[in-house]
Protein backbone atom coordinates (compact mmCIF):
# COMPACT_ATOMS: atom_id res chain seq x y z
CA UNK A 1 0.00 0.00 0.00
CA UNK A 2 1.47 3.32 -0.82
CA UNK A 3 0.21 6.97 -0.73
CA UNK A 4 2.07 9.90 -2.20
CA UNK A 5 1.90 13.53 -1.91
CA UNK A 6 -0.71 13.92 0.88
CA UNK A 7 -2.44 17.31 1.10
CA UNK A 8 -3.38 18.94 4.46
CA UNK A 9 -6.64 17.23 4.78
CA UNK A 10 -6.60 13.99 3.37
CA UNK A 11 -9.91 12.44 2.91
CA UNK A 12 -10.20 8.33 2.49
CA UNK A 13 -13.27 6.40 1.49
CA UNK A 14 -13.79 2.84 0.59
CA UNK A 15 -15.66 -0.19 1.22
CA UNK A 16 -15.83 -2.12 4.29
CA UNK A 17 -12.55 -4.07 4.61
CA UNK A 18 -10.88 -2.53 1.79
CA UNK A 19 -7.78 -1.22 4.40
CA UNK A 20 -8.82 2.51 5.54
CA UNK A 21 -8.87 1.45 9.21
CA UNK A 22 -5.44 0.24 8.13
CA UNK A 23 -4.29 2.48 6.62
CA UNK A 24 -5.01 5.46 9.54
CA UNK A 25 -3.67 2.53 12.13
CA UNK A 26 -0.38 2.28 10.26
CA UNK A 27 -0.38 6.14 9.93
CA UNK A 28 -0.37 5.95 13.99
CA UNK A 29 1.43 3.48 14.61
CA UNK A 30 4.79 4.67 12.89
CA UNK A 31 4.29 8.19 14.32
CA UNK A 32 5.49 7.34 17.96
CA UNK A 33 8.23 4.90 19.43
CA UNK A 34 6.17 2.36 21.72
CA UNK A 35 4.36 -0.86 20.30
CA UNK A 36 2.08 0.05 23.30
CA UNK A 37 0.06 1.80 20.53
CA UNK A 38 -0.21 -1.17 18.83
CA UNK A 39 -2.69 -2.61 22.18
CA UNK A 40 -4.15 1.20 22.15
CA UNK A 41 -5.69 0.17 18.70
CA UNK A 42 -6.67 -3.26 19.58
CA UNK A 43 -9.06 -2.13 22.22
CA UNK A 44 -10.55 0.49 19.90
CA UNK A 45 -11.35 -2.78 17.68
CA UNK A 46 -13.07 -4.47 20.48
CA UNK A 47 -10.66 -6.26 22.09
CA UNK A 48 -10.57 -7.08 25.67
CA UNK A 49 -8.26 -7.95 28.30
CA UNK A 50 -5.04 -7.45 29.40
CA UNK A 51 -3.48 -10.26 30.66
CA UNK A 52 -2.48 -13.41 28.53
CA UNK A 53 -2.20 -16.91 29.17
CA UNK A 54 -0.53 -19.26 26.44
CA UNK A 55 3.36 -20.20 25.20
CA UNK A 56 5.10 -16.57 24.46
CA UNK A 57 4.64 -17.70 20.72
CA UNK A 58 0.70 -18.71 21.55
CA UNK A 59 0.99 -15.02 22.77
CA UNK A 60 3.07 -13.60 20.17
CA UNK A 61 0.55 -14.74 17.44
CA UNK A 62 -2.68 -13.80 18.83
CA UNK A 63 -1.37 -10.16 19.68
CA UNK A 64 0.56 -9.32 16.82
CA UNK A 65 -0.36 -11.84 14.27
CA UNK A 66 -2.10 -9.81 11.98
CA UNK A 67 0.68 -7.49 11.84
CA UNK A 68 2.54 -9.57 9.40
CA UNK A 69 0.69 -10.95 5.88
CA UNK A 70 -1.43 -13.47 5.90
CA UNK A 71 -0.32 -14.14 9.64
CA UNK A 72 3.37 -14.98 8.17
CA UNK A 73 5.55 -14.40 11.23
CA UNK A 74 8.67 -14.80 8.49
CA UNK A 75 7.50 -11.71 6.61
CA UNK A 76 8.54 -8.44 8.18
CA UNK A 77 5.87 -5.39 8.12
CA UNK A 78 7.60 -2.19 6.90
CA UNK A 79 5.86 1.19 7.42
CA UNK A 80 7.59 4.43 6.09
CA UNK A 81 6.66 7.42 6.50
CA UNK A 82 8.08 10.73 4.76
CA UNK A 83 7.81 14.35 5.32
CA UNK A 84 9.25 17.59 4.49
CA UNK A 85 10.06 18.48 8.45
CA UNK A 86 11.86 18.09 11.19
CA UNK A 87 11.55 14.26 12.29
CA UNK A 88 8.54 13.93 10.07
CA UNK A 89 10.72 10.67 7.91
CA UNK A 90 10.16 7.91 10.14
CA UNK A 91 10.42 4.12 9.65
CA UNK A 92 8.98 1.43 11.64
CA UNK A 93 10.26 -2.48 10.75
CA UNK A 94 8.80 -5.45 12.81
CA UNK A 95 10.37 -8.73 13.07
CA UNK A 96 9.96 -12.37 14.40
CA UNK A 97 13.00 -14.01 16.13
CA UNK A 98 11.70 -17.32 16.62
CA UNK A 99 13.73 -19.30 19.60
CA UNK A 100 16.69 -21.13 18.28
CA UNK A 101 17.73 -18.49 16.20
CA UNK A 102 21.38 -18.46 17.08
CA UNK A 103 22.87 -15.07 18.03
CA UNK A 104 26.99 -13.96 17.95
CA UNK A 105 28.29 -13.47 20.89
CA UNK A 106 31.22 -10.62 20.71
CA UNK A 107 33.90 -10.91 23.54
CA UNK A 108 33.31 -8.01 26.70
CA UNK A 109 35.21 -5.03 26.42
CA UNK A 110 36.54 -5.82 30.60
CA UNK A 111 37.91 -8.77 28.96
CA UNK A 112 36.05 -11.51 31.08
CA UNK A 113 34.57 -12.93 28.12
CA UNK A 114 37.38 -13.87 25.80
CA UNK A 115 35.60 -15.96 23.77
CA UNK A 116 33.40 -15.17 20.80
CA UNK A 117 30.02 -17.59 21.35
CA UNK A 118 27.29 -18.37 19.42
CA UNK A 119 24.20 -18.34 21.80
CA UNK A 120 19.99 -19.26 21.25
CA UNK A 121 17.95 -16.15 21.55
CA UNK A 122 14.04 -17.08 22.97
CA UNK A 123 11.51 -16.23 20.73
CA UNK A 124 10.61 -12.31 20.43
CA UNK A 125 9.50 -9.34 18.74
CA UNK A 126 11.89 -6.72 17.05
CA UNK A 127 10.09 -2.95 16.44
CA UNK A 128 13.17 -1.42 15.00
CA UNK A 129 12.44 2.53 14.49
CA UNK A 130 14.23 5.42 12.31
CA UNK A 131 12.95 9.06 13.04
CA UNK A 132 15.29 11.78 11.10
CA UNK A 133 17.49 14.07 13.56
CA UNK A 134 16.33 10.98 16.21
CA UNK A 135 18.20 8.30 15.06
CA UNK A 136 17.68 4.81 15.21
CA UNK A 137 15.52 2.90 18.09
CA UNK A 138 14.79 -0.79 19.12
CA UNK A 139 11.72 -1.99 21.32
CA UNK A 140 11.33 -5.58 22.52
CA UNK A 141 8.31 -6.25 24.21
CA UNK A 142 8.81 -8.13 27.26
CA UNK A 143 6.16 -10.68 29.21
CA UNK A 144 5.57 -10.18 32.91
CA UNK A 145 3.41 -12.05 34.75
CA UNK A 146 0.74 -12.94 31.65
CA UNK A 147 1.45 -9.37 31.02
CA UNK A 148 3.11 -7.23 27.81
CA UNK A 149 5.40 -4.80 29.07
CA UNK A 150 6.60 -2.02 26.46
CA UNK A 151 9.40 -0.09 26.99
CA UNK A 152 9.80 2.53 24.83
CA UNK A 153 13.73 3.93 24.84
CA UNK A 154 13.46 7.07 23.20
CA UNK A 155 11.74 10.93 24.12
CA UNK A 156 10.32 11.15 20.68
CA UNK A 157 6.78 11.58 21.65
CA UNK A 158 3.71 10.35 19.26
CA UNK A 159 2.76 13.18 17.16
CA UNK A 160 -0.28 11.42 16.04
CA UNK A 161 -4.13 12.11 17.51
CA UNK A 162 -6.18 9.21 16.57
CA UNK A 163 -10.21 9.66 16.96
CA UNK A 164 -11.23 5.62 16.96
CA UNK A 165 -14.71 5.39 15.10
CA UNK A 166 -15.92 2.88 18.45
CA UNK A 167 -14.09 4.80 20.84
CA UNK A 168 -15.81 7.22 23.41
CA UNK A 169 -13.18 10.09 23.58
CA UNK A 170 -10.96 9.95 26.94
CA UNK A 171 -12.09 12.38 29.58
CA UNK A 172 -9.04 12.22 31.10
CA UNK A 173 -6.63 12.74 27.84
CA UNK A 174 -9.69 15.88 27.20
CA UNK A 175 -8.78 17.24 30.52
CA UNK A 176 -4.68 17.01 30.56
CA UNK A 177 -5.16 18.79 26.80
CA UNK A 178 -7.64 21.56 27.91
CA UNK A 179 -5.37 22.22 31.23
CA UNK A 180 -2.44 22.61 29.10
CA UNK A 181 -4.20 24.79 26.69
CA UNK A 182 -5.27 26.88 29.95
CA UNK A 183 -1.77 27.14 31.30
CA UNK A 184 -0.80 28.76 27.94
CA UNK A 185 -3.79 30.69 27.67
CA UNK A 186 -5.12 29.40 24.95
CA UNK A 187 -8.59 27.99 26.44
CA UNK A 188 -10.61 30.61 25.80
CA UNK A 189 -10.00 30.65 22.05
CA UNK A 190 -11.37 26.93 21.88
CA UNK A 191 -14.21 27.54 24.56
CA UNK A 192 -15.53 30.33 22.09
CA UNK A 193 -15.11 28.05 19.18
CA UNK A 194 -16.95 25.09 20.83
CA UNK A 195 -19.54 27.56 22.01
CA UNK A 196 -20.56 29.30 18.67
CA UNK A 197 -21.56 25.51 17.72
CA UNK A 198 -23.61 25.09 21.19
CA UNK A 199 -24.95 28.03 21.89
CA UNK A 200 -27.08 26.18 24.82
CA UNK A 201 -23.15 26.13 26.15
CA UNK A 202 -21.85 29.39 27.73
CA UNK A 203 -18.75 27.51 29.09
CA UNK A 204 -16.30 25.19 29.86
CA UNK A 205 -14.30 24.32 32.64
CA UNK A 206 -12.00 21.94 34.33
CA UNK A 207 -13.71 20.58 37.60
CA UNK A 208 -12.99 17.21 39.60
CA UNK A 209 -15.38 14.44 39.35
CA UNK A 210 -14.52 11.83 42.11
CA UNK A 211 -11.71 13.43 42.16
CA UNK A 212 -10.81 12.94 38.63
CA UNK A 213 -10.29 15.81 36.38
CA UNK A 214 -12.66 16.23 33.69
CA UNK A 215 -14.45 18.56 31.43
CA UNK A 216 -17.68 20.74 32.74
CA UNK A 217 -20.27 22.63 31.10
CA UNK A 218 -22.42 25.51 31.97
CA UNK A 219 -25.30 25.17 30.41
CA UNK A 220 -28.96 27.51 29.77
CA UNK A 221 -31.35 25.93 32.43
CA UNK A 222 -29.08 24.28 34.86
CA UNK A 223 -28.28 25.40 38.10
CA UNK A 224 -24.66 23.43 37.85
CA UNK A 225 -22.06 22.72 35.51
CA UNK A 226 -22.35 19.50 34.15
CA UNK A 227 -20.22 17.11 32.57
CA UNK A 228 -19.66 17.59 29.31
CA UNK A 229 -19.68 14.05 28.33
CA UNK A 230 -23.49 13.66 29.57
CA UNK A 231 -24.81 16.62 27.63
CA UNK A 232 -24.25 15.25 24.47
CA UNK A 233 -21.80 12.27 22.78
CA UNK A 234 -21.37 14.69 19.72
CA UNK A 235 -20.39 17.15 21.70
CA UNK A 236 -17.95 15.27 23.32
CA UNK A 237 -16.61 14.17 20.27
CA UNK A 238 -16.60 17.54 18.60
CA UNK A 239 -14.28 19.34 21.79
CA UNK A 240 -11.87 16.04 21.76
CA UNK A 241 -11.48 16.51 18.50
CA UNK A 242 -10.51 20.73 18.76
CA UNK A 243 -8.49 19.78 21.67
CA UNK A 244 -6.35 17.16 19.58
CA UNK A 245 -5.79 19.51 16.99
CA UNK A 246 -4.43 22.25 19.54
CA UNK A 247 -2.83 19.81 21.50
CA UNK A 248 -0.92 17.89 18.04
CA UNK A 249 0.37 21.30 16.35
CA UNK A 250 3.07 20.84 13.49
CA UNK A 251 1.56 17.11 13.85
CA UNK A 252 -1.20 14.58 12.28
CA UNK A 253 -5.19 13.95 13.43
CA UNK A 254 -6.58 10.63 12.53
CA UNK A 255 -9.99 11.00 12.70
CA UNK A 256 -12.05 7.82 11.71
CA UNK A 257 -15.45 7.78 10.35
CA UNK A 258 -16.08 11.39 11.39
CA UNK A 259 -19.90 11.61 10.73
CA UNK A 260 -20.55 9.18 13.96
CA UNK A 261 -21.96 11.27 16.73
CA UNK A 262 -22.84 14.59 14.23
CA UNK A 263 -26.43 15.51 13.08
CA UNK A 264 -26.20 15.78 9.30
CA UNK A 265 -26.83 19.63 9.22
CA UNK A 266 -24.28 20.31 11.50
CA UNK A 267 -21.43 18.69 9.20
CA UNK A 268 -20.94 21.43 6.94
CA UNK A 269 -19.86 23.98 10.05
CA UNK A 270 -18.25 21.29 12.25
CA UNK A 271 -16.41 20.76 9.00
CA UNK A 272 -15.32 24.32 8.69
CA UNK A 273 -14.10 24.73 12.41
CA UNK A 274 -12.11 21.53 11.98
CA UNK A 275 -10.34 22.70 8.81
CA UNK A 276 -9.83 26.15 10.33
CA UNK A 277 -8.05 25.04 14.08
CA UNK A 278 -6.34 22.40 11.67
CA UNK A 279 -4.56 25.26 9.03
CA UNK A 280 -4.29 27.56 12.77
CA UNK A 281 -2.50 24.90 14.71
CA UNK A 282 -0.22 23.74 11.64
CA UNK A 283 -2.23 20.40 11.47
CA UNK A 284 -2.46 17.39 8.98
CA UNK A 285 -5.91 15.32 8.82
CA UNK A 286 -6.62 11.90 7.60
CA UNK A 287 -10.47 11.51 7.95
CA UNK A 288 -12.22 8.26 6.59
CA UNK A 289 -16.26 8.51 6.35
CA UNK A 290 -19.17 5.83 4.73
CA UNK A 291 -21.35 8.88 4.82
CA UNK A 292 -22.24 10.81 1.24
CA UNK A 293 -23.91 14.08 3.29
CA UNK A 294 -20.32 14.05 4.92
CA UNK A 295 -18.78 14.35 2.05
CA UNK A 296 -21.31 16.83 0.53
CA UNK A 297 -20.73 18.57 3.75
CA UNK A 298 -17.63 18.86 3.59
CA UNK A 299 -17.77 20.68 -0.30
CA UNK A 300 -19.73 22.82 0.93
CA UNK A 301 -17.60 24.12 3.75
CA UNK A 302 -14.42 24.40 1.57
CA UNK A 303 -13.54 27.51 -0.45
CA UNK A 304 -11.97 27.64 -4.07
CA UNK A 305 -8.71 28.39 -2.74
CA UNK A 306 -8.83 25.44 -0.61
CA UNK A 307 -8.78 22.80 -3.30
CA UNK A 308 -5.31 22.29 -3.33
CA UNK A 309 -4.95 21.89 -0.15
CA UNK A 310 -7.06 18.66 -0.23
CA UNK A 311 -6.86 14.96 -1.20
CA UNK A 312 -9.34 11.96 -1.94
CA UNK A 313 -7.83 8.91 -1.09
CA UNK A 314 -9.56 5.64 -2.35
CA UNK A 315 -9.31 2.17 -0.83
CA UNK A 316 -9.58 -0.99 -2.93
CA UNK A 317 -9.04 -4.59 -2.25
CA UNK A 318 -7.62 -6.21 -5.25
CA UNK A 319 -5.82 -9.15 -4.97
CA UNK A 320 -5.94 -9.74 -1.11
CA UNK A 321 -4.05 -6.48 -1.58
CA UNK A 322 -5.01 -2.90 -0.38
CA UNK A 323 -4.72 -0.14 -3.42
CA UNK A 324 -5.28 3.41 -2.79
CA UNK A 325 -5.82 5.54 -5.41
CA UNK A 326 -5.96 9.23 -5.11
CA UNK A 327 -8.09 11.97 -6.87
CA UNK A 328 -6.41 15.74 -6.25
CA UNK A 329 -9.05 18.27 -5.19
CA UNK A 330 -10.07 19.70 -8.00
CA UNK A 331 -10.81 16.09 -9.46
CA UNK A 332 -12.25 15.50 -6.17
CA UNK A 333 -14.77 18.60 -5.97
CA UNK A 334 -15.65 17.91 -10.05
CA UNK A 335 -16.77 14.67 -9.21
CA UNK A 336 -19.03 15.72 -6.19
CA UNK A 337 -20.35 19.06 -7.82
CA UNK A 338 -21.61 16.53 -11.18
CA UNK A 339 -22.98 13.78 -8.63
CA UNK A 340 -20.68 11.04 -9.47
CA UNK A 341 -19.77 8.38 -6.83
CA UNK A 342 -16.71 8.64 -5.49
CA UNK A 343 -17.22 6.40 -2.08
Known amino acids: MKVR ?19 LEALFLVAGVSPELISKTRVWRGYEGSRFAGTRDDI ?36 YVPTGTKRIRPPSRDGKIRQVAAENIVDRLRFDYNISNHGDFTVVPEFNEEQIVFNSPS ?11 MRNPSTGEMASRFSKLSVNFEARRFIETFCSHFPQVRDISLELWGGNPMLYAEVDGIKDRIPLSNISGGMNKFASILLSIAHQRNGVVIIDEIENGFYYERMKDIWKTIINFSN ?57 D ?6
Open 5 to 23: DCRTVNLVVGDNGSGKTAL
Open 60 to 95: IQSVFGDLFYNFDLKLKPKINLRGDQKGETRRLEIA
Open 155 to 165: DAVVSASFHAS
Open 280 to 336: EYNVQLFVSTHSSECISAFRSAIYDSQVKDIKLLRTVMKNNETIVRAIEGGSFINSI
Open 338 to 343: HNIEIR
